[in-house]
């Protein structure tokens, strides 16, 4: 056993500790135990016994922690192999001790569900910590991050009305910020040189988030790199300019105009709502905006959008059931086609059948077209909006090109769109964890004979794709009858 072992059964071994750091030393036996015993060769913990023993605790005033004292040892002798924990799960005791942390130093991601404590105190020796994410109803004082200068993401859920964020300033590294919180708390933070992306919303209801907003952009912190910024109220769009970089933005406004918006020569999706809005005419001067919708129950005069050379998808909702009829306008947009097509399709090479688990071709066990969307020019340079409508594209074209081949009318053939309402586009949250595969399901065995016709029309339309995907197929000659639903079916008549 290394020394950080040897030191962590001192510690935990100490007679003086308090009840709440016996319960942070319990998760961390529990949560280390769950990741190693398998592959030590120990029975795998019993998932449904382990969410029974964490209701009953939470629901236990007098509750005492019993920690198993072998587990405990083979924590200690697996401390140096940690680098990702994640405590606080549903239905668990609240957390408010994390001292515990001192002895994971090379721990790369966190994840505390429920922490209920006013400062962080003991995170502060996780020096290589990456990835951090958070729920505290209490912190105020975030000091103790000064010390995790690794950190690249955090994602933070706090309720306290006036916690003091400004300590994110001294994070060199700090690329990804998701604060769910009160907007104005970020005017505590100077800047942040290394963010590329920005979400910041409060945990309020919908009704109250006035309360949460701040003026405009200039209450926001300096960052020069930001290409992602998904908002919270944001009065009027004054200063948005000093973000020249955005690629993708999503924010509510009581802004009268978009003319700020002009500024940004490198925006390609933006999503608006607004009450109050009057007009348009300034986003037709976005020079490389090609996706834009709109949320507000005021109409407006499409036509002038009609000026924009560079547009492909327009979006007006007046509430969650009215979309307005853009018709006229997405018959004059130039296609998604011309950027995520080829004019020339590949020609289609002969078909291939990999068996998995084959023992002559082990190397030929697993795809190798990614699914996840690559880093530079091929994932559009990190760009989630672009990323988002290429996937919501492909899908359209893979639909339909099965409803024109008429296999979307076998019973038993479904393939869902994307959703493109306005749930979606506006309250779904982050643009992030798509791939580039879509599955159809195939049910009954009438059905699962067209296989043949169905892949050579797949097939065609990825011929003519820009970018490789894969195709999902899950195949069911008898189904159970709660699978049995065509409600689903989206085919014109």
């Avoid at 510690?11 to 750091?21: H, I, K």
């Avoid at 961390?28 to 969410?51: I, K």
């Avoid at 926001?220 to 944001?234: A, D, K, R, S």
């Amino acid at each position: 056993m290394d020394t950080v072992g040897d030191a962590f059964l001192e510690w935990a071994r100490d007679g003086r500790r308090t009840l709440e750091e016996r319960f942070g030393i319990l998760l961390l036996v529990e949560e280390v135990y769950s990741r190693f015993a398998h592959a030590a060769g120990h029975e795998r913990p019993d998932f449904s016994r382990q969410r029974n023993i964490r209701k009953a605790r939470s629901e236990n005033p007098a509750f005492q922690p019993q920690i198993v004292g072998w587990q405990l040892v083979f924590t200690a002798a697996k401390l140096g192999e940690v680098t990702e924990l994640a405590f606080g799960r549903v239905e668990d005791r609240v957390l408010r001790d994390i001292s515990f942390l001192a002895f994971v130093p090379g721990l790369v991601s966190l994840q505390l569900g429920v922490l209920e404590r006013e400062d962080l105190e003991g995170i502060q020796h996780l020096v290589a910590l990456r990835k951090l994410n958070l729920t505290c109803g209490e912190v105020e004082n975030y000091g103790a991050l000064a010390l995790c200068t690794e950190l690249r993401e955090i994602e933070m859920r706090c309720t306290d009305p006036w916690p003091d964020l400004s300590v994110l300033s001294e994070l060199p590294r700090l690329e990804v910020l998701k604060w769910h919180g009160l907007v104005s708390a970020l005017e505590s933070i100077p800047a942040l040189p290394a963010l590329r992306y920005l979400r910041a919303g409060s945990v309020a209801s919908y009704e109250t988030h006035l309360t949460s907003s701040v003026r405009n952009f200039h209450s926001l912190p300096e960052m020069p790199l930001l290409e992602h910024f998904q908002g919270g109220w944001i009065y009027r769009l004054d200063g948005v300019e000093r973000y020249p970089a955005l690629r993708f933005m999503m924010v509510t406004t009581y802004s009268r105009n978009l003319a700020p918006l002009s500024a940004l020569k490198q925006l390609t999706h933006l999503r608006v709502s607004n009450p109050r809005l009057e007009g348009l005419a300034e986003v037709s001067a976005c020079p490389a905006l090609l996706h834009f919708a709109l949320y507000g129950e005021r109409p407006q005069d499409w036509g002038v959008m009609m000026d924009s050379s560079s547009l492909r998808e327009a979006w007006h909702f007046l509430d969650y059931e009215r979309p307005v009829d853009l018709g006229m306008l997405r018959m004059v947009m130039p296609p998604w086609d011309d950027i995520f097509a080829v004019e020339t399709p590949r020609a289609l090479a002969p078909l291939r059948l990999i068996v998995r688990g084959s023992t002559e071709d082990p190397g030929q066990n697993n795809c190798d077209i990614p699914t996840e969307f690559p880093d530079g020019p091929g994932g559009w340079d990190g760009n989630p909006g672009m990323q988002e409508s290429e996937v919501a594209w492909a899908n359209r074209r893979f639909h339909d090109a099965l409803e024109a081949a008429g296999f979307l009318r076998l019973q038993g053939v479904r393939m869902d769109k994307v959703d493109e309402g306005p749930f979606h586009i506006f309250r779904n949250g982050d643009v992030a964890g798509l791939r580039r595969m879509v599955s159809i399901t195939i049910l009954k065995t009438e059905a699962i004979s067209r296989i043949p016709g169905i892949v050579a029309c797949l097939r065609e339309s990825m011929a003519g794709m820009l970018h490789r995907w894969q195709i999902y197929f899950m195949c069911d000659p008898e189904p159970d009858a709660d699978r049995w639903d065509e409600s689903w079916r989206h085919v014109s008549d």
